[in-house]
Nanobody, 125 residues
């Protein structure tokens, strides 16, 4: 059974950093695109960025993460990471990882993919 489990969230001050992990089980990570999404209170879910399975290239879904967020994957450990630097209060949200079979990072395909339960990130002084 395909399963994703996020971890690493918490409370951090503005300007701080966090690294989120997405541990995958029940499938071979090599063949899946992995994306990170987030949902802030009272707002719709939004895509953050995605790692393609073919070459590990990154697709940013929003400008807010460019220059601050990076995604990486360790297929041997079946884990994908989201490194977040220079965090801002507006980054406060529940962060989810999602898996889609194949290399494409087209955001719509993750609606039919597998999702984790989310991890809370709070940026506040």
């Amino acid at each position: 059974q395909l399963q994703l489990v996020e971890s690493g969230g918490g409370l951090v001050q503005p300007g701080g950093s966090l690294r989120l992990s997405c541990a995958a089980s029940g499938f071979t990570l090599d063949y899946y695109a992995i994306a990170w999404f987030r949902q802030a209170p009272g707002k719709e879910r939004e895509g953050v960025l995605c790692s393609s399975s073919s070459d590990g290239s990154t697709t940013y879904y929003a400008d807010s993460g460019k220059g601050r967020f990076t995604i990486s994957r360790d297929n041997a450990k079946s884990t994908v990471y989201l490194q977040m630097n220079n965090l801002k209060p507006e980054d406060t949200a529940v962060y989810y990882c999602a898996a889609g079979l194949g290399s494409s990072c087209y955001i719509g395909r993750f609606d039919f993919g597998s999702w984790g339960q989310g991890t809370q990130v709070t940026v506040s002084s």
